[in-house]
Structures are given as structure tokens and as C-alpha cells.
């Protein structure tokens, strides 16, 4: 299993995007930063045009931080296409605003997001992620584990069914 997690930053800001990037990189994420949540969709492949798509890359992301007001979609647009996503939807997503409206960050945590931080995002704000990561890795290895019981059963279940024959 990766220790590494990989936090894929949205933010149009270049300064806020930089900050919160360095701060991730403090924490040893790796970091996947870009501009808009059209980029973002497309590197995680949720968009039509997928030409800088990776998909090994994008399904290595654990953890989708994301700027609430941004030009074109909001974060919390971002958020429900990730959260419709079949692929995705089990991804912790944070959104980030530098205004305080407590109708947006309540809104937004009712749709899925794990947190809501106010920026300027603080190295403080950044070590709230890890157990977000960790029940997010606990998941998947409870998912692999119950596909493995599923395979074992079908195996046996087909074992006993040549035997029959």
C-alpha cells in the first residue's frame, strides 16, 4: 500500500494555489496543483476532452482540495460532480474560501466535503487532513478485502458446482 498520499490542489489563485501546495509538500503529500475545476475533472477524467489524461496518475489521487469561487465553477460544483462520480465519490474533498458564510460551508459539508477551511490554509489546517487519508485508506482496503471474500466464495461456489457435474 502507498504511504505517499496524492492531494490533487484546484485554486485560480496562483498565490493561494503555490501556498497551499507548499504547505501539502511540508506535510510530505504529493501534489497535483491546477487552475480551474475544468482542469481538474480532466485530469481526473470526468471531462470530455481527456487529452492530458492519466488515468494511473488521476487514480492515485487520495484526497481533492478545492478554492470555493472560482470563474467558470465553484468548488462546491466540483464537489458534486466528484461526489456523482462512481469512480470517485468515496475521494475526501476540502474546500477552501477566504469568506466566512456559514450557508456555504454548511451547504457544502451536507454535500460530502470533509472539511471546510478558511484561508489563508495554516499548517494547522493541513494536519486536519491526515485522518480524512487514513479512514479514506481503511475503506479501500475493507473494499479489497470484501472482493477477495466475494472472489474466494464465487471460486468455491463454481468449485463445488464442477463437482456436482
Not at 503555490?18 to 501534489?31: A, D, M, N, P
Not at 474560501?97 to 495554516?122: D, H, M, T, W, Y
Request: with cysteine; aromatic share 8%.
Amino acid at each position: 500500500m502507498d504511504t505517499q498520499f496524492h492531494v490533487l490542489a484546484v485554486d485560480d489563485s496562483i498565490i493561494d494555489r503555490k501556498l497551499i501546495e507548499r504547505l501539502l509538500k511540508t506535510s510530505s503529500f504529493q501534489v497535483t496543483a491546477v487552475d480551474s475545476p475544468n482542469k481538474a475533472l480532466e485530469f481526473l477524467g470526468l471531462r470530455g476532452n481527456q487529452g492530458s489524461f492519466d488515468e494511473s496518475l488521476a487514480n492515485k489521487v487520495n484526497m481533492i482540495i478545492t478554492d470555493y469561487s472560482m470563474p467558470g465553477m465553484t468548488g462546491y460544483e466540483l464537489l458534486r460532480k466528484i461526489k456523482e462520480s462512481e469512480r470517485f465519490r468515496d475521494i475526501p474533498v476540502v474546500i477552501m474560501s477566504s469568506e466566512n458564510i456559514p450557508a456555504r460551508i454548511n451547504r457544502c459539508l451536507a454535500e460530502g466535503a470533509e472539511e471546510f477551511f478558511l484561508k489563508p490554509v495554516q499548517l494547522s489546517d493541513v494536519d486536519k487532513l491526515k485522518p480524512h487519508l487514513l479512514k479514506s485508506k481503511v475503506k479501500d482496503f475493507c473494499k479489497f478485502q470484501q472482493h477477495r471474500r466475494l472472489l474466494t466464495w464465487y471460486s468455491d461456489a463454481q468449485n463445488l458446482c464442477q463437482r456436482c457435474i
